[in-house]
């Protein structure tokens, strides 16, 4: 099976949000800029030797990335019409390490967003 262009919806990767490992604390800190743009497809990992947890809204944490790992929330998936789901824009991403831990040593969080070319 063929797909046209008419079939498609273009994407943009955003730049990488990223944090240092060391920088990381146990209270949610904001890891680059809000999302400017709906995010169809967001890429989280840890490249840590810690435990973290992320936030969409710097109170309650929404998921947990142990050390050497990583995420995709595809919010996008099986909606392909223009009515698509996504994240919506001006959301940040926030992270810190679980209580209990230490400030992780090395490493680095990051965030990739795709999102829809407009």
Same mark, same amino acid.
């Given at each position: 099976?063929?797909?046209?262009? /008419?079939?498609?919806?273009? $994407? ?6 990223? $944090?240092? @490992?060391?920088?990381?604390? @146990?209270?949610?800190?904001?890891? @680059? ?15 840590? !030797? ?8 710097? #109170? !309650? ?6 050390? !050497?790992?990583?995420? $995709?929330?595809?919010?996008?998936? +099986?909606?392909?019409?223009? =009515?698509?789901? +996504?994240? /919506?824009? /001006? ?11 230490? #400030?992780?040593? @090395? =490493?680095?969080?990051?965030? #990739?967003?795709?999102? =829809?070319?407009?």
């Amino acid at each position: 099976m063929t797909v046209s262009a /008419q079939q498609t919806i273009p $994407v943009v990767f955003d730049t990488v949000r990223a $944090v240092a @490992g060391a920088s990381i604390t @146990g209270t949610f800190a904001t890891v @680059g800029s809000a999302f400017a743009y709906p995010a169809r497809i967001i890429k989280v990992g840890n490249t840590t !030797n810690d435990d973290l947890e992320i936030s969409f809204d710097g #109170t !309650n944490p929404h998921d947990r990335l142990p050390p !050497n790992s990583f995420a $995709v929330y595809d919010m996008s998936a +099986a909606h392909a019409a223009p =009515g698509y789901s +996504a994240m /919506q824009e /001006q959301i940040s991403i926030y992270v810190r390490y679980l209580s209990g831990e230490t #400030t992780p040593t @090395g =490493g680095y969080f990051y965030c #990739t967003v795709i999102r =829809g070319k407009f």
